[in-house]
């Protein structure tokens, strides 16, 4: 269970948001939506620990994530704006580069992803949600 507990975060003196609690349960998902600006992604980074807010907690598990942010990054995985891959790369050869091994199970997580028939593709010549899907 994510639990924000009263946040609070500001911005270059402008109030992003106040007062903001909510529990998201395991098996459940949250939109977040709303203009440039309006502190969508400063949200998301306050929720996964890469932030922190100026007031209020996130809980994870029961706990102030601060006390347990290394097991809960353990198990996250954050795909902001930028991907994070090398776009002079192939799909294959970013998850061999970032996941070192025999690569025996490349071909299985690209044909998962939805990416089979790409493996040998520069990243940069695939589309944005492909990219996002290599990342």
């Known amino acids: 269970m994510l639990e924000a507990r009263d946040l609070y975060c500001e911005r270059d003196e402008r109030t992003l948001f106040s007062g903001l609690s909510f529990t998201v349960e395991a098996g459940e998902w949250v939109q977040v939506t709303g203009g440039n600006g309006a502190g969508k992604t400063t949200l998301l980074r306050l929720l996964t ?8 907690e996130v809980y994870w598990q029961g706990e ?11 198990g996250l995985l954050w795909i902001g704006h930028q991907p994070g891959i ?19 199970r490349l071909p299985e997580a690209l044909a998962q992803a939805g990416l089979a028939g790409f493996e040998d593709v520069p990243v940069a010549r695939l589309s944005a949600g492909q990219q996002r899907r290599v990342a």
Do not use: C, I, Q
């Open 86 to 104: 090398k776009s002079r790369l192939t799909a294959r050869e970013n998850l061999h580069f970032f996941h070192p091994g025999d690569g025996a």
């Open 49 to 56: 620990g890469l932030a922190r807010p100026d007031g209020g």
């Open 64 to 74: 102030p994530l601060r006390r347990v942010r290394d097991s809960f990054h353990s």
